[in-house]
């Protein structure tokens, strides 16, 4: 490959790349209900088509559908595109759902502004945007008539979001998905190399007592009250768990005060009570455990068992119920695996970068699914992606992606693949 022409190429389809990606952010696929993955894939099929790639629509069934308890709505279809030739395989992953609009925005964030060199909506960052950018890649190559290295198939799948059972668990189950892959999230704009991501857990608690009307207060048992020393039994784990340091080093974020991945725990919702002269019957908290790689899962549940039960012996409360979501497994990548390597060497290739910062994150990612569903055999990871670690802008309020930083993954995609 001609490398100084083919990065012309990809800046002379800076325009193509910014078309597709506002046209799929245009389509609302957030998540939950996870509705619209069929219009986001009607957009991009003919894409993939015209530059020589099959494409199979897989659909998730809906039994693997009935494990996430969420309102769902519509098919959970995922798309296969595949560029068929005698070389080794590869795949390339990216979701097709976004997280819902939560604070308000300044912008349309289904409008796919582009101001100062800046496009703006939900899911440009995660991750949208490293569809476009693959897309520009494929069409590049196509252009150029270069010869890929690798017979790639890339995956646009459902529901990363919510986890339990994505859409690239499914693929990745039934055979879909080469243990060459060419992870187009976990990366970043600056010279970092993510080789960890934490599990996670979702604990439901329902805490049970007696309404009544709270001028007579002692008629009835006040669950929010009662539910008092299970969460100081929780804040003690807390602490404990939080200290547990993983043998993966941790990035050094401000404010962190550990060089290793740790746990995390969090009490991060509750609510209870419909009016203040009412002594209410329930309670619920929400708990987020992230676990890391040297942890077991069994064990992470055993001891959050053990406080509750703890804490519910101290109280008055009339029972109480706990429901468990395992969202995500735990992660860890080899930074030294071949595909490893060819990344950083497209990054330098790009960005001239010369040395790397190796670390975990506790945010978690369905890749753990594909790990799991892949062994023996063992994955090797290239990470890609369009965050600036500087300023993350996944799930918040005005996300945007820098035009950029499109045309420089796009350029990292073309050099991974031909070069």
């Not at 569809?131 to 017979?151: H, M, N, R, T």
Request: glycine share 8%.
């Amino acid at each position: 490959m001609n490398q100084e022409k083919a990065f012309a190429e990809v800046e002379k389809n800076e325009e193509y790349i910014v078309d597709i990606l506002r046209k799929i952010i245009a389509v609302d696929t957030s998540i939950p209900p996870g509705e619209n993955y069929g219009k986001l894939i009607a957009i991009v099929e003919p894409e993939f088509n015209r530059f020589g790639l099959e494409t199979e629509r897989v659909v998730v069934p809906e039994d693997r559908v009935k494990q996430m308890p969420w309102d769902l709505h519509g098919e959970r279809v995922n798309l296969v595109a595949t560029l068929k030739n005698d070389r080794p395989k590869a795949s390339a992953y990216a979701h097709m759902d976004v997280v819902p609009i939560d604070e308000p925005w300044t912008r349309d964030p289904f409008g796919g502004e582009v101001v100062d060199g800046k496009l703006y909506g939900r899911g440009t960052v995660d991750m949208k945007g490293s569809i476009a950018c693959f897309l520009g890649a494929v069409k590049v190559i196509s252009d150029l008539g270069l010869d890929p290295k690798y017979s790639v198939n890339c995956l646009l799948c459902t529901d990363e979001e919510i986890g339990v059972y994505p859409g690239v668990r499914y693929l990745a189950e039934e055979g879909y998905v080469s243990n060459h892959l060419l992870w187009l999230e976990l990366g970043a704009m600056e010279p970092i190399c993510t080789i960890g991501a934490a599990g996670a857990i979702r604990i439901d608690l329902k805490a049970y007592g007696k309404s009544c009307h709270s001028g007579m207060n002692y008629l009835g048992i006040n669950p929010i009250e009662e539910l008092m020393p299970v969460l100081n039994r929780l804040i003690d784990l807390k602490r404990d768990v939080e200290k547990r340091l993983s043998r993966i080093p941790a990035f050094p974020f401000p404010g962190n005060p550990y060089d290793k991945m740790t746990p995390m725990f969090n009490l991060n919702i509750i609510r209870g009570g419909t009016k203040e002269n009412i002594v209410p019957g329930d309670c619920e908290l929400i708990i987020n455990r992230r676990y890391i790689i040297d942890e077991v899962y069994e064990d992470v549940i055993a001891e959050i068992e053990e406080a509750v039960a703890a804490g519910k012996k101290a109280s008055k409360l009339l029972d109480l119920t706990m429901r468990v979501v395992h969202s995500y497994p735990p992660l860890e990548v080899d930074p030294e695996t071949p595909a490893a390597k060819r990344a950083r060497a497209a990054k330098k290739a790009v960005k001239g970068y010369e040395e790397f910062i190796y670390g975990g994150i506790s945010g978690s990612t369905d890749l753990g699914f594909v790990a799991e569903a892949l062994r023996p055999q063992k994955l090797e990871v290239a990470s890609f992606g369009l965050i600036r670690a500087g300023n993350i802008l996944a799930h918040a309020a005005d996300e945007f992606v820098y035009v950029e930083d499109l045309v420089a993954m796009t350029k990292e995609l073309v050099y991974y693949l031909c070069s």
